[in-house]
């Protein structure tokens, strides 16, 4: 298992997990067929990402595939570049391995190291396993989004978390 910095040349493999993971579970934004982005615009965005001191793409990569991912977006002002919002996927088959674990652990070397003091995120609140990798991490929940997310036909409640960094 390797976690490592996101570089242009993994655009496809990264819009194939982007992909997967819309496909395999409802935790995501996006629902199966709402991605439209393109192989030529993945690599422009990621382009763009990695030019920026304040935002990062890990990936987790098994037997040369990408399994997994951490997106850190930092703000865009002078008022909010400490803090940077995640965005995590792990393909299925995958959970529960610890990974999530050790993308928030890089994630949060990165962030020290890129003098981002706050991490923040969005969680569906019957969101389980994710909710409880979250508060092993100490991230704390911060408030409740009422009826955040429509999912098949339903209103779906997310918590805010954040953690705080030294």
Known sequence: M????????????????????DKETQFMMLEPDERTTTVNEQFAQIEN??????????????????????????GRYKRNRHSGYIVMGILQSFIGQGIGTMLLRELERWAIENKIHRLELTVMVHNEAGLALYKKMDFGIEGTK???????????DEYYMAKLLS
């Open 49 to 74: 990402i990695i030019s920026k001191d304040n935002q990062t793409i890990l990936v987790a990569e098994h037997n040369n595939q990408l399994i997994g991912y951490i997106r850190a977006d930092g």
């Open 146 to 156: 009422k009826h955040s997310l429509f999912i098949n036909g339903s209103y779906v």
């Open 2 to 21: 390797v976690i490592r910095e996101i570089q242009t040349n993994d655009a496809e493999a990264f819009l194939n997990l982007c992909h997967k993971l």
